[in-house]
């Protein structure tokens, strides 16, 4: 079935680091979504991506949807303390209709 | 617009009973994802419901079921609990998942503990 390679799995920044982090499948999705869960909440939607080569913002947030459907990336200007979390990234393909999840990447902020 | 309301937010239950989750998606919301999320974990997939029907279900065994009403609020059911079903379980909700162009909001979760 349709898998999900999110990287990096954790990254240790400074404050003020820019940070980016990315999705690559072998398969094509329609729609990329990014997330972001704290412990113990759920997981909050960042950023929704429907067409190939998209590139949208959210304050410090840009994520873009890869030209050839297999990738996207989420980048992080400026981290700040509220940053740290666990970043999910989700795709809907063709087949099957239920969304496909990376394993997350576990964002720290050294003091 | 209120979000996606899941209850109870905490339970305890020991090992072999049986435990009833609850999902209110968000007005207007006919399709309800349930998912698995063990500690440090991913998001396993356990079924979606649209419109009352089940359209797809996870690799989870018959012991982890689900339902859907016609209000589109949906329960899932756990019975012979067992020490490893410990868990937050989110529910997502969205207009239609087989449509484009779709999103899925969470709820907080519930997180259950079996002892």
Redesign the interface.
């Known amino acids: 079935g349709q898998q999900l390679n999110q990287s990096p799995q954790s990254m240790f920044i400074q404050e003020g680091e820019d940070v980016s982090m990315n999705c690559t499948s072998s398969s094509i999705f329609n729609t990329w979504l990014w997330y972001k869960q704290e412990p113990g909440e759920g997981p909050v939607l960042l950023i929704a991506l429907y067409k190939a080569g998209e590139l949208t913002s959210n304050g410090r947030l840009t994520a873009q949807f890869g030209i050839t459907r297999k990738d996207s990336f989420l980048n992080i200007s400026a981290s700040i303390p509220s940053d740290v979390g666990i970043y999910f990234c989700a795709g809907l393909g063709d087949s099957n209709y239920q969304l496909i999840w990376g394993a997350g990447t576990k964002l720290i902020i050294k003091p | 617009k209120a979000g996606?309301t899941?209850t109870p937010r905490y339970l305890i239950k020991t090992r072999g009973q049986q435990v009833t989750l609850s999902c209110s998606p968000i007005s207007g919301h006919r399709s309800v994802?349930w998912y698995q999320q063990t500690p440090g974990q991913?998001?396993q997939?356990l079924f979606?419901y649209f419109s009352e029907t089940q359209?797809?279900k996870g690799n989870f065994p018959g012991r982890f079921s689900g339902r859907q009403f016609s209000n589109s609020r949906s329960e899932m059911n756990v019975s012979t609990l067992e020490l490893g079903d410990s868990a937050?379980y989110?529910c997502?909700s969205s207009f239609n998942?087989?449509q484009?162009?779709?999103?899925?909001?969470?709820?907080?979760?519930t997180?259950l503990t079996v002892v």
């Open positions: 996606v899941q994802s991913g998001l997939f979606e359209r797809n937050l989110l997502a998942l087989w484009p162009n779709t999103e899925a909001f969470f709820g907080q979760g997180r």
